[in-house]
Structures are given as C-alpha cells and as structure tokens.
Nanobody
Framework: QVQLVESGGGLVPDGGSLRLSCQASGSSFNTYTMGWFRQAPGKEREFVAVIMGSGRTGTAYADSVNGRFTVSRDNAKNSVYLQMNSLKAEDTAIYYC???????????????????WGPGTQVTVSS
C-alpha cells in the first residue's frame, strides 16, 4: 500500500515556473514507477510525465510539455518531483501523482496502469 500527497501547486503568471512534489509513504518506493497526470475542468485526465522504477532508467513526457517540464525522483526521500518551466495558461489543471509497480513501457502513459493516486494539487497559470 502506498499513500501519495502532492504539494507545490499555486497561482503563477504566464511564463513562470513551479516545482511540484509528491511524497510517498510505505516501503519499496524505488520499485514504483511514478507518473504525473493532470485534469483540466471538463477534460479527461491526461498524461504529463513518468519516471520508471525498479532500477529501470527512463522518463517520458507528453508532447505538450516536452522541453518545459522535468520529472525526477529521490528514492532516499520517497519523493518524486515535477519541475515546470515556461508555464502557459493551457497548463492550468489539477496535477496528480500516481504510482504503479508492474507498469510496462507501452502502458506507462495510461491512467489505468497505475494503482495509487494522490488527491492532487491545483496549478493555475494566469495569462
């Protein structure tokens, strides 16, 4: 069982930056693949970024954030981060972190592949 709590959201002007954090409780955090997703009002939850677990290297990003967002993890702190730069109004959403253990590369962008979710943190970019 893993519990996740996001933090770091807020109101930021267009072009600004935010760093989201996701704190995980439970053991074997390093074995979990950690994803970031977001959901804007009236829209489906969408993939943002992922960082693999269990000693596998690799990250992936949605095309819309590639080059602007960076995902990282600190297994010693049971934490995963999302550095968001050059924010745009269309990045406004609730951002969720998610954890899963047996996630293969082909499914890592799918919300259904993840077992645990945090409550989310609101990011609002003012234009």
């Amino acid at each position: 069982q893993v519990q996740l709590v996001e933090s770091g959201g807020g109101l930021v002007p267009d072009g600004g930056s935010l760093r989201l954090s996701c704190q995980a409780s439970g053991s074997s955090f390093n074995t979990y693949t950690m994803g970031w997703f977001r959901q804007a009002p009236g829209k489906e939850r969408e993939f943002v970024a992922v960082i693999m677990g269990s000693g596998r290297t690799g990250t992936a990003y949605a095309d819309s954030v590639n080059g602007r967002f960076t995902v990282s993890r600190d297994n010693a702190k049971n934490s995963v981060y999302l550095q968001m730069n050059s924010l745009k109004a269309e990045d406004t959403a609730i951002y969720y972190c998610a954890a899963g253990r047996r996630i293969i590369t082909s499914s890592r962008r799918l919300p259904s592949a993840y077992d645990y979710w945090g409550p989310g943190t609101q990011v609002t970019v003012s234009s």
